[in-house]
């Protein structure tokens, strides 16, 4: 939550927001993702209950708007470090679910959800198409979704530290790998059907 509240602050400040708005980006984006699974499974938001979660992330947007240049510059860093932060978002959203019971598809909704969420609103309130869908280099929803399902599997069948270390990994690798090489986000084919339509 930490790590992607910083990374929130820094993309805001990068597109030029002011002081309050940089860190309430960081503190949509570190919270708003788990807030909306917390919501959506009828439970108590955890960032709510617990008081220690709203200043961490804030002292993380602090340190991420301060160090925005070198967030937001250097790309291998920024993509490495948002891969990270994501990974993580997803195993904490689907042990939530998988705590409550919920089916499986609801597992890898909300762990999706719990890592986008925040994202989504920050692109909403900058007036920007969100990232999740118009990614044009780099897997980021596709990535997340093998984590998510990693993920329930291997904590289902082998141990929770396990899952946890490979889903991590797996969607930091594919963000990172598929950023450097420059390999497009999964696309619908385009035909003649289409283009007959648009026109």
Do not use: H
């Amino acid at each position: 939550m930490c790590v992607i509240g910083a990374v929130g602050a820094a993309i805001a400040r990068r597109r030029e927001a002011q002081i309050y708005g940089t860190l309430f980006a960081g503190i949509v984006v570190g919270l708003g993702g788990g807030m909306v699974r917390d919501v959506l499974l009828n439970t108590r938001p955890v960032a709510i209950a617990n008081w220690v979660y709203i200043p961490s992330v804030l002292a993380a947007a602090v340190i991420g708007a301060l160090a925005y240049g070198f967030l937001t510059t250097r790309l291998p860093v920024f993509v490495f470090v948002q891969g990270l932060a994501l990974g993580l978002l997803v195993t904490i959203g689907c042990q939530r679910a998988l705590d409550l019971g919920v089916p499986v598809p609801s597992v890898l909704l909300l762990g999706l959800l719990t890592a986008t969420a925040g994202g989504i609103i920050l692109d909403a309130m900058s007036a920007r198409r969100s990232s999740v869908i118009s990614t044009k280099v780099g897997w980021m929803a596709s990535a997340l979704f093998i984590g998510a399902v990693v993920f329930w599997l291997l904590s289902d069948y082998v141990s929770f530290p396990v899952a946890v270390v490979a889903c991590v990994v797996v969607v930091t690798a594919l963000r990172v790998l598929t950023v450097e090489r420059g390999w497009p986000a999964p696309e619908w084919p385009t035909g003649n059907g289409s283009e007959e339509a648009a026109s």
